[in-house]
C-alpha cells in the first residue's frame, strides 16, 4: 500500500479567537468521495460568542472550496442548535457538492490499545471495505518531539510531531508525516493531538490533528485536516 500526502491547511484562526478548543463534527462524504463536509463549533475567547464553520474540502486537491461561518451574537442559542441551523441553511450548497448526511465512509473498529507515554497511538481494523487498502489491524502513532526546553508556554515547549501508520500484521511502518519537514501551520506549535481519522472506499484517507498554539491570552486549538490518497502496493507509505 502506498499512501500519497497532500495536505490541506486551512485558516481556521477564527476572529476574537476560540477559548475552547474547536468541536469538530463531521456532515459526510459527497457519493463520489470527491468531497468531506464537516464542522468546528466553539465559542470565542473575548465575546464568547457561540460560533460554527462548516469548511468543505475537495479531497482530489487538498483545497477547500467552501467555508460558511456563522456566529450568535446574541448568546441566545446553544452551539449544537447553532451547528442545526447553519447546516440546515446551506443544505443547497451540500446538493450541489453531493455531500451525503452522515456518511462517515468505511465502518471502522476501534480495539482498545494502551499507548506508551512518549505517543498516541489509536488501533483500528479494516475489513475489505476499501480497496487498495489491505484488510486488517492497523495503528496511528502520534509522536510529539520537542524542538526546544528552553522556552515554556504554559508549561509546554516548542514541539514537532512525527505520524506513522503501522500495519499489525507485518510490522511495517510508514512516515505520513514529519511537521519538522513540512509544517502544519505557521508559527510555533507546543502541543499535538489526535481528533479522528476517516477512509473512505474511494482512496481517501483524512486525519484530523488539534495543534495547540498561542492564543490571545491562553493557549488556543487550531484543528488541521490532513488527506492521504492510497493505492495497493508493499504496504509502505510515501509523501506526494
Do not use: K, W
Not at 469548511?55 to 451574537?73: K, Q, R, S
Amino acid at each position: 500500500m502506498t499512501v500519497s500526502l497532500c495536505i490541506f491547511i486551512p485558516a481556521i484562526f477564527l476572529g476574537n479567537f476560540p477559548v475552547q478548543e474547536p468541536y469538530l463534527e463531521i456532515v459526510g462524504f459527497s457519493e463520489d468521495g470527491c468531497y468531506l463536509a464537516y464542522t468546528l463549533t466553539g465559542e470565542y475567547e473575548v465575546s464568547a460568542f457561540p460560533y460554527c464553520e462548516i469548511h468543505i474540502l475537495d479531497l482530489e486537491t487538498g483545497d477547500a472550496t467552501e467555508t460558511f461561518c456563522g456566529v450568535d451574537e446574541t448568546q441566545s442559542i446553544s452551539c449544537s442548535l447553532l451547528r442545526d441551523n447553519i447546516i440546515t441553511s446551506h443544505e443547497e450548497d451540500f446538493i450541489e457538492y453531493g455531500i451525503t448526511y452522515g456518511d462517515h465512509g468505511v465502518l471502522l473498529e476501534f480495539p482498545p490499545l494502551d499507548s506508551p507515554p512518549d505517543a498516541e497511538i489509536v488501533s483500528f481494523i479494516v475489513n475489505g471495505d476499501a480497496p487498495g487498502f489491505p484488510e486488517g489491524l492497523y495503528s496511528l502513532d502520534l509522536f510529539q518531539i520537542t524542538a526546544d526546553s528552553l522556552i515554556e508556554y504554559y508549561d509546554m515547549n516548542p514541539s514537532f510531531c512525527v505520524l506513522n501508520l503501522t500495519r499489525a500484521d507485518n510490522s511495517v511502518s510508514s512516515t505520513l508525516l514529519d511537521s519538522s519537514i513540512s509544517p502544519l501551520i505557521e508559527g510555533t506549535v507546543y502541543r499535538y493531538r489526535q481528533n479522528g481519522f476517516l477512509l473512505h472506499p474511494s482512496g481517501y484517507f483524512v486525519v484530523f490533528l488539534a495543534c495547540t498554539v498561542e492564543g490571545l491570552e491562553i493557549p488556543e486549538t487550531v484543528i488541521v485536516p490532513l488527506v492521504f490518497s492510497y493505492t495497493s502496493d508493499d504496504g509502505t507509505c510515501e509523501l506526494m
